[in-house]
C-alpha cells in the first residue's frame, strides 16, 4: 500500500486550499482514509476520517466547516478541502488509511510522506 500526498504550499490568511491524496495497492486493510496534521512541536492531530463510499464520515469538532474530506472510489483518491485558513492551520499534512473507525493515529496502518501547508498573515 502506498500513499501520495499533494496540493501542499503557502496561503493566504483566509484562504483555500485542496490536499489530494492517491492511494495504490488497495487491500482489505485500506477500508477507512483519514487526514491528520502536525504542527511544530506539538502533537499528531485528528482531522477527518471516512470510507470509500462517504458514509462514514468523521470531522475533528474544532474544524467542523472549514474542512471537508470526500473521496473517489474509482480514482483511489482522497481529498481534504480545507477554507478560511489561519496561521494556525500552518503544518505538515499526512493521509493514512487502516481497517479501523478512528481518530486515532494509531489506529492506521499506512501513511503518506506529508504535505506542508503554510498559511502566512
Known amino acids: 500500500v502506498q500513499l501520495q500526498a499533494s496540493g501542499g504550499g503557502q496561503v493566504q490568511d483566509g484562504g483555500s486550499l485542496r490536499l489530494s491524496c492517491a492511494v495504490s495497492?488497495?487491500?482489505?486493510?485500506?477500508?477507512?482514509m483519514g487526514w491528520f496534521r502536525q504542527a511544530p512541536g506539538k502533537e499528531r492531530e485528528f482531522i477527518a476520517r471516512?470510507?470509500?463510499?462517504?458514509?462514514?464520515?468523521e470531522h475533528a469538532d474544532s474544524l467542523k466547516g472549514r474542512f471537508t474530506i470526500s473521496s473517489d472510489d474509482a480514482k483511489s483518491m482522497v481529498y481534504l478541502q480545507m477554507n478560511s485558513l489561519n496561521t494556525e492551520d500552518t503544518a505538515v499534512y499526512y493521509c493514512?488509511?487502516?481497517?479501523?473507525?478512528?481518530?486515532?493515529?494509531?489506529?492506521?496502518?499506512?501513511w503518506g510522506q506529508g504535505t506542508l501547508v503554510t498559511v502566512s498573515s
Open positions: 493514512a488509511v487502516g481497517s479501523q473507525y478512528s481518530a486515532v493515529a494509531a489506529h492506521y496502518d499506512y
Open positions: 471516512t470510507d470509500w463510499n462517504g458514509n462514514l464520515m
Open positions: 495497492g488497495r487491500t482489505w486493510e485500506t477500508t477507512v
